[in-house]
């Protein structure tokens, strides 16, 4: 596959970042900077910018560099060096022209996926970096436009969608009318407190995948556990301002999300398929929150998943027979270590797993996640050319025999759907959650 | 709450059998109890499509297509949210509201359980309707509801100004505002979320003047200070002054007014209360990171707890606090800042006695339910459990349990408990 890079056009037009250029000052970038750098970071910042002796090993360790023909500018290092470096060097005294282009390479040239860290020999998180430079453009109103328009609706509806407050329950209810069809007395219990188990979602499956709640609900009942989702607000476990550095609002979300799990008195919180909500749910937010932990354990998926096979609670009628290959995605990988754990699940359900190279914690990311996919259409093409190398690394595993793509994560779903379209794969991709419901016995 | 003293403290125990119901219906959803006790009940499918509710072993007179959101009201009515030929409303003890919707949702009651408020979708807007009166005006959206305390009045946050999902630069101006029994205040924030209503009405809200800029709104006027964050407001019962946890460059405060009223800055601060008798504020504060526990009056506890500190209740005397703890994973109350010994799987809401001399909860551990009362566990072990209550004298627990498909409410001596 040598299909040659298409270069992007250099200033990509972008409502969020022109309009929010238009109203700074240099002044008011120095001080935003400076606020940042002294008042919102510490040791951390300070260890990596020391400790990074520009030796180039982490390069080797970014999609984007590799699919941009190892152009340094899409290095890791490359990245920091042409942002947060530049920052600190001029002491926060950087123009506008400098901060547009610190604002794309941020939000859009970099997926936060830490793969970087791991080539490293200091483990530096240049996915930290880029955190530290997304929280000064977002106080500069710097946001692109569409992820910022995601966290507006995050903000008024607390999900990711715009979805209004009666669309939530009149679709669960919608779909366990659509499931009763199958299975008779299936029910989605909604606001059962009590319950063991509260399930939650991306605002994208009740807006456009309403049968990934149709085939969890069937999971659910089919394994017989005692599980709830609420009515209200809080059942949407993602998290786009968590990735436009709206740290105050990434915690009024997760806030919601802990809060409703604790009015209905769950053991746990099982989320869907989803893998930057889970790092907002296990990490980021939680702890912004000053929760070390969960308060309430999230399970993802995959692990939950898990449990029901290896309790026998769900059995497997007749697996899976096209050749399937598995891609780890970052946050529940390198962010959770849940890889083996997928591989249980995949090898239980599958007849054959052709692994893809490189895997589990070393795999490549999808492109589209670290919200670089929720920029919109503008950046396309800069995360579709910016991951020829995925293309490779799949067409090699489709040459093995490979049919079937099962990528457990909403983003790397959308984004490897692009990469399948654009470069010709013509894999099918699924979630675990679409096998399992089609291979699992039901009553 | 209603006036127990006219419930029956005399029987020691009635039981209603609940097991049987199966074979009657397709199937049965999971019980309610009345505060008092005296009723239990669920909602069944009687045939594809066609729902009621089953009380006592009595269903309602008309069936629905669809039923959900079963609950009690304090003074133990039983609504549930129903629909019809695609109308949807809610029923009180089988009676539908003469008012009908698109859709209705999230049920709010006053305390004393005389009124009840739902929102509700119709034709794509948006409202509350209190006691089957709807709000005469509508919107575009509708989000974040309160119903006062007494049960006077409603308020949400309404979209005010229509606004494409990706205009970013409208909605960073303001779309959104506070409507009070439909009455709209007279000007938009970027955003309105948790709100407070006093006896007179005055609503006050957590605003955001911009993306950075948080304060309180109380009746539309904004705090002159802003902060980096805000919190649920409350208003000082005795006072009226309205009072809510700020941000101040990382920290959180509590401030009344605009001002700060804690000096003492802490991780987290929220969830403020206000004393029954007025003379002191606490509120659930991290002292640290993963160091979760109560302060009161901007001192905290000496005890701090690792996982999750909710539901924090006052005695009605006002000297004692008891709220859920979760440490180390395991859940337990904590009365004054000392965790019992117990710990469980689950645990609900503490209940003081009325003289706040002792603390009961419903609590799980292994799949089972059970009382336990100032640490000590009742015998019994059981499928299903609610909240327990004290009698007026304190020396009774009512006891709502349901054993080997039989549903049993018990008046147990404090004594039983050891
Ligand atoms: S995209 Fe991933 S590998 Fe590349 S710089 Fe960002 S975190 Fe590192
Ligand atoms: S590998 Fe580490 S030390 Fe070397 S350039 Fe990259 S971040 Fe710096």
Redesign the interface.
Known sequence: MNEPVKKVAEIIPD??ID?GLARLTEDRIENTILRVLN??TGARLKVYVETCIHCGLCSEGCHYYLSYDKDPRYSPAGKVKQTLWEMIRKKGRVDKAFMRQAVVIAATQCNMCKRCAMYCPFGIDVAYLMSVVRRIT??L?LTP??I??TA??H????NQM?I???EW??TL?WQEDEARSEI??L?I????E?ADIMYSVIGPEPKFQAQLIYQAAVIMNVAGVNWTMP???GWDNSDMAMFTG?N?LM??IK?VHF?TA?RL?V?KIVMGECGHAFRSVYDMGN?W?????P???VFHAIEFYYDMIREGRIRIAQKYAEPVTFHDPCNVVRGRGLHEKARYVVNAMCDTLIEMHPNREHNYCCCAGGGVINCGPPYKMVRIDGNRIKAEQLFAVKARGARTLIAPCHNCHSGLEDINHYYGLEMNIKFIGDILYQVMKKP | MADTIAWDWQTGEKSIPVGNSNSRF??V??PYVSYDGERVASIV?IAEGEFTVCVNGQTWENPFE?I??LRFTADDRLTALVSDAGEWTLAVDGVSWENRF??V??PLFSQDGRSIAV?F?QDRQ?GMALNDVPWEETYG???DPVLSPDGNHTAA?V?VIPTG?????K?QQGT?SAAKDGVVWDRPF??V?RKAMNLNGDLAAEV?LT??D?TIAVNGSPWEKTF??VWEPIFHPISGAVIAPV?V??KWYLAEEGRLLWSTPF??L?HPVVSPDGKCIVAIV?TG??K?TVAVDGRAWRHVF???V??MTFSSDSRKIAVIV?DK?RWSIAVQGTAWNNTF??I?KPVFSPDGAHVAAKV?RGGKYTMALDDRLWRQDCEAAWDPLFSPDGTRLLVKTIEDGTYFRRVIPVGEFG
């Open positions: 409502e969020g309009a008042g919102e977002h106080l109103g436009q569409y910022q328009a507006h609706s903000s008024v509806n607390m715009w209004k407050e009666d329950p009149d209810q008779p007395h029910r219990p909604l606001e059962k009590g009515a209200t607000p709206d105050e915690g009024r806030r809060e604790g008195k053991k702890r929150l000053g929760w070390k932990m308060p309430i354990p | 397709e199937w959803e999971e499918n669809k959900w959101h698109g859709y949702w999230n929102s979708q948006y959206n509708l989000t946050s979209q999902e990706v205009e970013i630069r909605f959104i970027v955003n979320w955001r993306l950075y948080y980096g964050g941000r460059k990382g991780d987290q929220w991290a990171f993963g979760w690792s996982d999750f909710t539901d979760k994973e799987d689950m609900w799980e």
